[in-house]
């Protein structure tokens, strides 16, 4: 799995609503798992899957999360699977 800090800029850029965006990928042993954590409209889950999957290319699990919940530091994706 392979995804570009840019590709997630688009998103934001797709959506103005979205205050905030974060990718975190780990491993379960058998395939890489995507979820995205997005501060962005409650009833708009689908809206943004369909656009993960047009720019990212990937499907991964959406979640939306309380504005200014996410940090603001810059990362906006946490790849968590370890080397190996």
């Known amino acids: 799995?392979?995804?570009r800090p840019e590709q997630v800029a688009q998103l934001a850029k797709r959506h103005k609503e979205i205050n905030?965006?974060?990718?975190?990928?780990t491993?379960?042993?058998s395939q890489?798992?995507?979820?995205?954590?997005?501060?962005?409209a409650a009833d708009a889950a689908q809206i943004y899957a369909d656009?993960?999957?047009?720019?990212?290319?990937?499907?991964?699990?959406?979640?939306i999360v309380a504005k200014d919940s996410l940090p603001n530091?810059?990362?906006?994706?946490?790849d968590q699977r370890t080397p190996g």
Do not use: N, P
């Open 1 to 3: 799995m392979f995804v």
């Open 20 to 25: 905030r965006i974060r990718l975190t990928i």
């Open 27 to 29: 491993h379960d042993g």
């Open 32 to 40: 890489d798992q995507m979820t995205v954590q997005i501060e962005g």
């Open 51 to 63: 656009s993960v999957r047009d720019i990212l290319k990937l499907r991964g699990q959406i979640e």
């Open 73 to 78: 530091d810059g990362m906006v994706i946490d």
